[in-house]
């Protein structure tokens, strides 16, 4: 399939940039599972897009994997050539030509044996260096016509060599050129330089390059649209070539330049040649025209294709550029899938689009926006997205142990009553359909028996019942009894060292999610705990960075947790504390952190006075103890004990399913008459999983 671009000399087919017009939509799912992971461990927005794009998804590669074939591609074609093709190839007909020369002088036997000796003689004592050797021989009166024609091999390759370095295909194309052909090409330069030395003057108009194309347009399959066009074309060949020449050897240089003169057997073409490469390296500075390569493969290359494979290192380089994403203001749209796909083929030019439709599609479709601070932010759509996706995976492991319900099908607005009501804007309890369906025929029966005898009469042939909003009614439920729910998570630095820092931002995400979309009556705070305590709300808690703070203040967030239960006395306080650590600090009278190590009992007196002030408010209390450490067990044990609490030790993969299961089974712990019965439920008894229950 091919794209077409018309203009005034005719058509230009390109390969179709578009993609596979059948291909599915892109998927966000995979990239913001991972780009919410590293969000929770410590990386800005921006940074964790960055990780995900260098990394790829599950069915295409990332930009690390292409930027490992582009190296591989480059030492590739640095250890496969050398620059000695053309001079080999030279040597290689010079010394034919010499040698059929020979033949034909010993089998001369009409020659004039001092003539046939002189000649042996001029044969015999030709220089070493293959430029000198065929410079000394220009004016030679070869005797054998297989030997002339060798030698004149060698001047027409070397025309077409140094065409093609500036003109790609030009060697291929001039082969068996005639003096026509030549004379052709003579014109087509001078004619070239003096658009270019125009252009440089600022003297030239779009009418010359039009002439210029419409005469010598064959030249150029690149089909230039405009000088600059043409310029970048050929100024790209140009530094290519000149690279090429900066990486030989100084004795190789030397020989090349020395050839040249010879080239179609005069000076005349290399002269015309000099003097593009100054004017388009005047008119394109910017090129690297400097640089070299150490090529030390054992396949020569002649000037022509030598040129071609500088363009390729040139093209390879901007690729590694590109895909790196190291410099400012860099996007997956600086990717040149052209480049791409001449130097690694056309799978990577799909995964390279995948990749810049992902980054498209992550900015435009509201999953990252940029704040006020000018960085990169998870939007609230990115957060609820997230937390759906981690609140299935809590489902799967609380539903695929014991056959429990998904929580994506728990309703939340109680227990059906048996009563219908006419729908409300706002309600969210489901149809009565029967009721909808049973209004909407006596409201249209109604209708129709206020319509003329003809209407009716017109009307019996398509009898008709249409849905309005004032037929639905829906089921009246039982209003559940409202939960106030406080999390408390350690962020201490210890839980970063130990590899729970993502786990712990991921239950709260879930069990944050899980309230706003099925419990939306429930109060939750979430609290992190370090040094001092405070309120957070979900994105601050699932972009905080680990810092390096001493302190456990298990005080200060019990008092933020009992003024949150206390701010809704009506409902039911659930208290959920996750944590690694016996409390190390506390606040003193006067707001003071204080903090000591081991805990001093003051501390410990401080946060069980806060534990008691939460029983008395009637809070359902549920500790989460992380690690193995022995005083951890036996404090959090005597605290649950002192409060008829309950502890819990997941494994961190099971953290979010054991306290999404705690806070299920401290709502559903209530009697018939809705009084709050002493606290049985949680995750190790009601959703099961390698969890286990401490002091039962």
């Given at each position: 399939?091919?794209?077409?671009?018309?203009?005034?000399?005719?058509?230009?087919?390109?390969?179709?940039?578009?993609?596979?017009?059948?291909?599915?939509?892109?998927?966000?799912?995979?990239?913001?599972?991972?780009?919410?992971?590293?969000?929770?461990?410590?990386?800005?927005?921006?940074?964790?897009?960055?990780?995900?794009?260098?990394?790829?998804?599950?069915?295409?590669?990332?930009?690390?994997?292409?930027?490992?074939?582009?190296?591989?591609?480059?030492?590739?074609?640095?250890?496969?050539?050398?620059?000695?093709?053309?001079?080999?190839?030279?040597?290689?007909?010079?010394?034919?030509?010499?040698?059929?020369?020979?033949?034909?002088?010993?089998?001369?036997?009409?020659?004039?044996?001092?003539?046939?000796?002189?000649?042996?003689?001029?044969?015999?004592?030709?220089?070493?260096?293959?430029?000198?050797?065929?410079?000394?021989?220009?004016?030679?009166?070869?005797?054998?016509?297989?030997?002339?024609?060798?030698?004149?091999?060698?001047?027409?390759?070397?025309?077409?060599?140094?065409?093609?370095?500036?003109?790609?295909?030009?060697?291929?194309?001039?082969?068996?050129?005639?003096?026509?052909?030549?004379?052709?090409?003579?014109?087509?330069?001078?004619?070239?330089?003096?658009?270019?030395?125009?252009?440089?003057?600022?003297?030239?108009?779009?009418?010359?390059?039009?002439?210029?194309?419409?005469?010598?347009?064959?030249?150029?399959?690149?089909?230039?649209?405009?000088?600059?066009?043409?310029?970048?074309?050929?100024?790209?060949?140009?530094?290519a070539a000149q690279r090429m020449l900066n990486s030989?050897?100084?004795?190789?240089?030397?020989?090349?330049?020395?050839?040249?003169?010879?080239?179609?057997?005069?000076?005349?073409?290399?002269?015309?040649?000099?003097?593009?490469?100054?004017?388009?390296?005047?008119?394109?500075?910017?090129?690297?025209?400097?640089?070299?390569?150490?090529?030390?493969?054992?396949?020569?290359?002649?000037?022509?294709?030598?040129?071609?494979?500088?363009?390729?290192?040139?093209?390879?380089?901007?690729?590694?550029?590109?895909?790196?994403?190291?410099?400012?203001?860099?996007?997956?749209?600086?990717?040149?899938?052209?480049?791409?796909?001449?130097?690694?083929?056309?799978?990577?030019?799909?995964d390279a689009r995948t990749l810049k439709d992902l980054?498209?599609?992550?900015?435009?479709?509201?999953?990252?926006?940029?704040?006020?601070?000018?960085?990169?932010?998870?939007?609230?759509?990115?957060?609820?997205?997230?937390?759906?996706?981690?609140?299935?995976?809590?489902?799967?492991?609380?539903?695929?142990?014991?056959?429990?319900?998904?929580?994506?099908?728990?309703?939340?607005?109680?227990?059906?009553?048996?009563?219908?009501?006419?729908?409300?804007?706002?309600?969210?309890?489901?149809?009565?359909?029967?009721?909808?369906?049973?209004?909407?025929?006596?409201?249209?029966?109604?209708?129709?028996?206020?319509?003329?005898?003809?209407?009716?009469?017109?009307?019996?042939?398509?009898?008709?019942?249409?849905?309005?909003?004032?037929?639905?009614?829906?089921?009246?439920?039982?209003?559940?009894?409202?939960?106030?729910?406080?999390?408390?998570?350690?962020?201490?630095?210890?839980?970063?060292?130990?590899?729970?820092?993502?786990?712990?931002?991921?239950?709260?995400?879930?069990?944050?999610?899980?309230?706003?979309?099925?419990?939306?009556?429930?109060?939750?705070?979430?609290?992190?705990?370090?040094?001092?305590?405070?309120?957070?709300?979900?994105?601050?808690?699932?972009?905080?960075?680990?810092?390096?703070?001493?302190?456990?203040?298990?005080?200060?967030?019990?008092?933020?947790?009992?003024?949150?239960?206390?701010?809704?006395?009506?409902?039911?306080?659930?208290?959920?504390?996750?944590?690694?650590?016996?409390?190390?600090?506390?606040?003193?009278?006067?707001?003071?952190?204080?903090?000591?190590?081991?805990?001093?009992?003051?501390?410990?007196?401080?946060?069980?006075?806060?534990?008691?002030?939460?029983?008395?408010?009637?809070?359902?209390?549920?500790?989460?103890?992380?690690?193995?450490?022995?005083?951890?067990?036996?404090?959090?044990?005597?605290?649950?004990?002192?409060?008829?609490?309950?502890?819990?030790?997941?494994?961190?993969?099971?953290?979010?399913?054991?306290?999404?299961?705690?806070?299920?089974?401290?709502?559903?712990?209530?009697?018939?008459?809705?009084?709050?019965?002493?606290?049985?439920?949680?995750?190790?008894?009601?959703?099961?999983?390698?969890?286990?229950?401490?002091?039962?």
């Amino acid at each position: 399939m091919a794209n077409i671009h018309t203009s005034r000399r005719g058509s230009r087919y390109g390969r179709y940039q578009g993609g596979d017009p059948l291909a599915p939509p892109v998927d966000l799912s995979e990239a913001l599972d991972a780009i919410g992971e590293d969000v929770m461990a410590g990386y800005s927005p921006e940074r964790a897009m960055r990780e995900f794009l260098r990394r790829g998804g599950s069915d295409h590669a990332g930009l690390d994997d292409l930027a490992r074939r582009v190296a591989e591609r480059r030492r590739e074609l640095t250890q496969k050539h050398n620059l000695d093709g053309t001079l080999q190839e030279i040597r290689e007909l010079l010394d034919h030509a010499v040698l059929e020369e020979r033949k034909q002088l010993a089998r001369d036997v009409e020659m004039d044996d001092g003539d046939r000796a002189l000649r042996e003689m001029q044969l015999e004592g030709l220089p070493p260096n293959v430029a000198s050797a065929v410079s000394e021989l220009s004016s030679y009166d070869w005797k054998s016509r297989e030997a002339r024609e060798n030698y004149e091999k060698i001047k027409d390759l070397l025309g077409r060599e140094l065409l093609d370095q500036r003109f790609a295909g030009m060697k291929q194309s001039l082969e068996n050129a005639t003096e026509e052909d030549r004379a052709a090409i003579n014109a087509m330069l001078e004619d070239l330089n003096e658009l270019l030395e125009k252009h440089r003057r600022g003297e030239d108009t779009a009418e010359d390059f039009e002439q210029f194309m419409d005469k010598h347009g064959d030249h150029f399959p690149e089909n230039p649209q405009n000088i600059d066009e043409l310029l970048d074309a050929m100024a790209q060949r140009s530094a290519a070539a000149q690279r090429m020449l900066n990486s030989m050897s100084a004795e190789q240089r030397a020989e090349l330049m020395q050839l040249s003169q010879q080239a179609f057997g005069s000076p005349a073409l290399m002269e015309s040649l000099a003097r593009l490469d100054a004017n388009l390296q005047s008119l394109r500075p910017g090129e690297d025209w400097s640089g070299s390569e150490q090529m030390e493969g054992g396949e020569g290359l002649g000037l022509g294709d030598g040129t071609g494979v500088f363009q390729d290192l040139a093209d390879l380089d901007d690729l590694a550029d590109q895909l790196s994403q190291s410099y400012g203001g860099a996007r997956m749209d600086d990717l040149d899938l052209d480049k791409l796909t001449r130097q690694l083929g056309d799978q990577a030019a799909v995964d390279a689009r995948t990749l810049k439709d992902l980054e498209r599609a992550l900015r435009d479709s509201g999953t990252l926006q940029r704040g006020t601070d000018g960085n990169l932010r998870l939007t609230p759509k990115a957060m609820r997205q997230l937390g759906k996706a981690l609140l299935r995976d809590v489902a799967d492991k609380m539903s695929g142990r014991q056959g429990q319900r998904d929580l994506r099908r728990a309703g939340a607005a109680g227990e059906p009553s048996g009563a219908t009501r006419q729908w409300a804007f706002g309600d969210t309890e489901p149809w009565d359909v029967p009721r909808t369906i049973s209004n909407a025929v006596m409201r249209s029966a109604s209708e129709g028996a206020g319509r003329s005898s003809s209407e009716r009469q017109g009307a019996s042939s398509r009898p008709r019942v249409r849905l309005t909003i004032e037929d639905v009614e829906v089921q009246e439920t039982e209003a559940r009894t409202q939960a106030c729910v406080a999390l408390l998570v350690d962020t201490s630095f210890s839980m970063a060292m130990d590899g729970r820092w993502v786990p712990m931002k991921r239950t709260a995400l879930a069990l944050h999610t899980l309230i706003k979309s099925r419990f939306r009556g429930d109060a939750l705070q979430l609290i992190g705990f370090g040094r001092h305590a405070e309120t957070m709300d979900i994105e601050h808690l699932t972009a905080l960075d680990a810092k390096w703070d001493k302190g456990t203040n298990l005080h200060h967030a019990l008092l933020l947790a009992n003024r949150h239960f206390r701010k809704h006395p009506n409902a039911q306080p659930v208290l959920l504390i996750v944590t690694d650590g016996e409390p190390t600090s506390h606040l003193e009278p006067n707001g003071e952190v204080y903090f000591n190590y081991p805990p001093h009992p003051m501390t410990v007196a401080y946060a069980v006075r806060e534990l008691d002030n939460a029983r008395r408010l009637g809070a359902q209390t549920t500790f989460f103890r992380l690690g193995e450490d022995p005083g951890l067990a036996r404090f959090i044990d005597s605290m649950a004990n002192r409060v008829e609490g309950r502890v819990v030790a997941p494994e961190l993969d099971d953290l979010g399913a054991a306290v999404v299961g705690s806070y299920l089974g401290s709502r559903g712990s209530r009697g018939a008459s809705g009084d709050a019965m002493p606290y049985r439920g949680g995750y190790g008894d009601l959703f099961g999983g390698r969890g286990f229950w401490v002091g039962d």
